[in-house]
């Protein structure tokens, strides 16, 4: 799922903004303790509460060269701590504050949530240099894009993970216009950074830089070989009083030789684990270490209300999360790339191939030798996506074809609306249009629609439908802010590469054009239906919701105008009142819900003879129309590109 294309351009500056950054619960007393999510990490090794504040200090990355800063000295903090012996002894030289040795919170991290590179790793992630306000690295630019751009085939692709502060002064934009995909792990304040940081790292097989710095390490105690290339970049302090003004001297560790590496020396494990925590103090230690210095500062009453206010929605959620077997795993969200993701449901393929099989559609070959394929629910955007990934083809998609309800719907609800939104004047572009029906709805000066499907393109040209089988990615490189209206119907859930259409689709769009989305909503009655195979793979890898469809339109930094719900449907009626028995007899069996696969069984004569009392009540209540005001299975968000 990773697709090594890197983050748009809005997407990496909204995850550097600062308004955006999520701190966590607790008031942060000391900076170094708290940034790149190392308080997130320190209050989980340490069995610590999340809203309490962390009353010690300590390291905020890892060091070649170690140096004892006067910010480390001079602080009210209870102690230090620190990722290496050295560094323990420097401190210990001039401070009589107690210091210990910690694991470094990211790496604690990665091994406690057992992330580990990706078997399907490729390329090399290179972390240029970075600056901060006060101090800034200057080198060569383009001759460092020369020279990542020239690495070996077997290194390649190449990729740009830039630190938040080089994309805010816009050196980005450099990378971008050279073809270079960036990515970030975006605002260093924020407490998903770790996550984002080892979502980038893990899907690449070697790391680079013109500097040593903390993403030498980690990567190395990871297991990606650690190359320095480029110039060595001079540094310049014009503002951090911890260290001498003007040009200073930058020294790096011989065990890091200059040039390509494809592997781990036995002296960088070594280098690299004395300076990652070896001899660590253990979790228990480090929990006592916190609670005596939280304990002193004497503020537990004011603390404790603080966290009583945020209990019911955090602290129960982290609880449920921590303790559920098997409620959380590793697999990324490919919309916000969060990691740890619920884990809804898990799916024998059998089970597909037999439904498939007895409708005439041998799809066996889809699945090769995938036994199961999982429901997942993003708990950051609410986005819900199959893995493994497994997708129609041209085969899947014609026999489906063949029914006439997959193209002859009487009640298009989403077209009706949309149409409002178009003008005389409009030129419309149809993404995924199968035979070009939207074209009937409205009335404008142009109409192009794109698809792949043959016979959908076969019967368009039989209605005289301007119809392309072309992809809206080559499209755009000819046709770029020529339309004044996008629109994509039931297309996005069908995409593992939805952010490449989408992307691909607003450059054909004029600045303030308006982008129209419409997916099966799964918050609605939909999301109860049993045995829903057109709502899985092979036809739908992702289920999309309220949530999950805005929070799209904000990664894209749209304007939503409108959010419409529509309404069910007279085709849906009955699907309607099978879902409602469905919950019905599951409510009084008081059975586990498992919304997928399904026996359709009643387990007693008393709560068969109910749910068919049910079942006629309803038939009774939609004969007065009572569907009009009941949600369906579509929702439809009409945005505005800036």
Known sequence: MFDYKGCSEEELLRLCDEKYANKGNAKWLYWPSEVYSFGKYYREQAFYPSFLPLHIYSMHGMEPKVTTYNHELNNNSEAMFVFSKEKQQAFMEKSKKPCYIITPPLIWYRRHHKIKQDKNAKGTIVFPCHSIPTEETIFDLPNFISTIKSLPKDMQPVCVCLHMHDINKGQHKVFLENNIPVYTAGNAFD??????????????????????????????????????????????????????LGKVEIKTNPVFKKGINKTITDEQKKYVATHTGMG???????????????????????????????????????????????????????????????????????????????DGFNSEYLFKNTKTIKLYQCPNC??????????????????????????????????????????????????????????????????QGLDFSEEAIKLALEENANIKNESVQEHAKYNQEKYDVVVLFEIIEHLDNFKEILEAGLKCLKPNGLLIISAPNNDGFIKNAENNFLNMPPHHLLQWNKKSLLYLAHSFNLDIKKVKFERLANIHLEWWRNVQ????????????????????????????????????????LLKFKINFFLKGQGITLILQKH
């Open 280 to 358: 660590h103090i253990s979790r228990i230690k480090f929990s006592k270490i916190l609670w005596k210095s939280y304990i002193n500062n004497n503020n537990f009453i004011k603390d404790i209300l603080h966290g009583f206010t945020i209990l019911p929605k955090n602290i129960c959620k982290e609880i449920k999360f921590r303790f559920k077997k098997n409620y959380r795993e590793q697999n990324i969200c490919p919309l916000c790339n969060t990691v740890g993701t619920v884990r809804i449901e898990t799916v024998d393929t059998s089970d597909i191939i037999k439904h498939y099989m007895q």
């Open 581 to 620: 028995m469905q919950n019905m007899k599951r409510l009084l069996e008081g059975g586990k819900f498992k919304p997928i696969m399904t026996e359709y069984t009643y387990k007693k004569k008393s709560i068969r003879r109910m749910v068919k009392l049910y079942s006629l009540l309803l038939k009774i």
């Open 191 to 244: 407490i998903k950074y770790a996550q984002r940081f080892y979502n980038i790292l893990k899907h690449f097989k070697y790391a680079c830089s013109n500097l040593i710095g903390s993403y030498t390490f980690y990567s190395i105690e990871m297991g990606i070989p650690f190359s320095l290339i480029g110039d060595k970049p001079d540094y310049f302090n014009h503002g951090n009083d911890q260290i001498p």
């Open 382 to 447: 609410g986005l819900k996506f199959f893995h493994p990934t497994i997708s129609g083809d041209s085969p899947y998609y014609s026999h489906l074809q063949k029914e006439s309800w997959y193209f002859d719907r009487a009640d298009r609800y989403e077209y009706e609306y949309a149409s409002k939104f178009i003008k005389k004047q409009d030129k419309v572009l149809d993404i995924g249009c199968g035979k070009g029906e939207f074209r009937k709805y409205i009335n404008c000066d142009y109409y």
